[in-house]
């Protein structure tokens, strides 16, 4: 069965940290390509960071630097350390997971599975 549940949204100050976590079934965290996505109101769902199949990481230039995804294998979980977090870091975070994904930062449309989300807000 193929589940995603992220937790470890929540409202923080600018400047301030975060790890979200996603559990995953139905893929692999280390085999899979795996990501984080995110989507602030009115605005289309973005990749921030993701692994590809051949363990490769990837971010958007908007989080280098400050967001590190990283993953767990003997619990199949995903994580994303959101450091410095900044106003324009507020949306909805959701992990996803597909069989192949391509070079870079996959489009959202490249994935098949999604977790619920979790909301992360960040305010000055």
């Known amino acids: 069965q193929v589940q995603l549940v992220e937790s470890g949204g929540d409202s923080v100050q600018v400047g301030g940290s975060l790890r979200l976590s996603c559990a995953v079934s139905?893929?692999?965290?280390?085999?899979?390509?795996v990501g984080w996505f995110r989507q602030a109101p009115g605005e289309e769902r973005e990749g921030v960071a993701s692994?590809?199949?051949?363990?490769?990481?990837t971010y958007t230039d908007s989080v280098k630097g400050r967001f590190i995804i990283s993953r767990d294998s003997a619990k199949n979980t995903l994580y994303l350390q959101m450091n410095n977090l900044k106003p324009e870091d507020t949306a909805m975070y959701y992990c996803?997971?597909?069989?192949?994904?391509?070079?870079?930062?996959?489009?959202?449309?490249?994935?098949?599975?999604w977790g619920q989300g979790t909301q992360v807000t960040v305010s000055s």
């Open positions: 996803a997971a597909a069989t192949l994904c391509g070079g870079g930062v996959p489009s959202p449309a490249e994935m098949v599975a």
């Open positions: 139905g893929y692999t965290v280390t085999d899979d390509c």
């Open positions: 692994f590809d199949n051949d363990g490769t990481t």
